[in-house]
């Protein structure tokens, strides 16, 4: 024990030697710090104060709580990402078991919807929606890093643009020309809708440097990069198409489904809160949402989002 705690000390004299900090000194601040509770450690007081209401509706709660757990996982997904891009040549089975950390994460939010599909009355609903306008789940900006972070910007440029956009391509323009542009641009005018506008005054900076930055690290980047032997081993492979269509066909029909129930409960002529035509934003054989056709037979990417 004894050999133990010297040891310990040595280091830690080192570490504080290394960076020209006196080690006393950190020392005898361990006298006199407080032990960590797990409540300052989790900020739990914080964290259950961050849920505030704009009606009396008690399920209204349940909706932000909902979402401020799915905004959580998004962070984890893109701290996962963000290890894995910037790793230089990873090997096979790290990228792998990232890879299902960030399947499981959304695996996660996909078997989630029934909280907020099942959990809500629809009347409770339909009264406290309208306090959220012009607010839209549309406006998630972790959701759109971490597609910027997953494959190539090409994949993520609407269907109808393609042709005329490449690598090359100053990313100004492909911005203007990615899918979800449709659900808050009228195409008649080419004016864009004040959600659409706030939106991007808040964080299209930030997405212009997500896009530049991951353009050669995102996630089929690195797939790339592993051994072209591994590349077509089995396990991987379903493992990279079921994350693929884990977030662009089983969470998104999840989402659309939770969406009916509310906006429009079945009768499909409801508006969503930031006006967008949400049925055919969200729903995947419109727009196409694939991170890696590569990984697709010519028939699956032909049926995409098809009969679901």
């Keep these: ?22 080690t006393e000194a950190h020392l005898e601040g361990l006298l006199w710090s407080k032990p960590i509770t797990y409540w300052d450690y989790i900020q739990t007081d914080a964290l259950l104060n961050l ?8 399920d209204e709660n349940v909706f932000i709580m909902y979402h401020q757990v799915n905004e ?11 290890q894995l891009s910037h790793t230089t040549k990873p090997s096979t089975a790290f990228f792998t078991e990232r890879l ?31 306090t959220l306008t012009p ?28 042709a005329t956009i490449d690598r090359n391509t100053p990313f100004e323009h492909a911005f203007e020309h990615l899918y979800w542009q449709a659900a808050g641009k009228d195409y008649t005018t080419g004016q864009k809708s004040y959600f659409l506008k706030e939106f991007e005054k808040k964080y299209k900076k930030e997405f212009l440097d997500c896009m530049e930055e991951y353009n050669t690290i995102n996630l089929w980047q ?10 077509k081993n089995p396990e991987l492979i379903a493992a990279m198409r079921h994350y693929d269509y884990t977030v662009n066909i089983t969470w998104v029909m999840g989402h659309l489904n939770a969406a009916r129930k509310y906006i429009d409960n079945g009768k499909g002529d409801g508006e969503a809160t930031g006006g967008s035509d949400w049925k055919k934003y969200m729903h995947p054989k419109y727009q196409r949402r694939i991170f890696f056709p590569e990984l697709w037979s010519v028939e699956e990417l032909k049926t995409w989002g098809e009969n679901l």
């Design 72 to 82: 959580l996982l998004f962070k984890m997904i893109l701290w996962e990402i963000n």
């Design 100 to 130: 299902m950390r960030i399947s499981r994460y959304f695996d996660m939010l996909t078997t989630s919807f029934d909280i907020m599909g099942d959990g809500m009355e629809v009347e409770q609903y339909m009264k406290f929606r309208h």
């Design 51 to 58: 849920q505030v209401q704009r009606t009396t509706l008690p």
């Design 135 to 162: 607010a839209s789940g549309f406006q998630s900006a972790q959701y759109r890093m971490i597609e910027f972070c997953s494959t190539d910007l090409i994949n993520l440029i609407d269907h109808r643009f393609r």
């Design 222 to 231: 690195k797939f790339k990069e592993i051994p072209e032997t591994d590349q």
């Design 1 to 22: 024990m004894t050999n133990k705690f010297e040891n310990i000390v040595q280091e830690i004299d080192e570490k504080y030697k290394a960076i020209n900090q006196k």
